[in-house]
């Protein structure tokens, strides 16, 4: 899957986050490390959903990127 993410440079290096996961963010010293790490944390918080989620009836769609 590929998430979009946004990068905001700071004087620590880089924060990023995925603003189609809310409370999805991490940082880095350089974007290279910051993309890396948002990766990470984007399956640390698949993860979570999938284990809060998991007594839920739920089903799948499909969409068309635009």
């Known amino acids: 899957m590929k998430y979009k993410v946004n ?3 700071t004087e620590e ?3 990023i986050w995925v603003p ?3 409370g ?6 350089s974007e290279d490390d ?3 790490n948002i990766k ?3 399956e640390a918080y698949l993860e979570v959903v999938d ?5 839920n009836e739920a089903r799948y769609v499909e969409i068309a990127n635009a």
């Open 7 to 9: 990068l905001k440079k």
């Open 13 to 15: 290096g880089y924060s």
């Open 24 to 29: 999805c963010w991490s940082q880095g010293k």
């Open 40 to 42: 990470d944390a984007i």
């Open 20 to 22: 189609g996961l809310p």
């Open 34 to 36: 910051a993309l890396e």
């Open 51 to 55: 284990r809060l989620t998991v007594d």
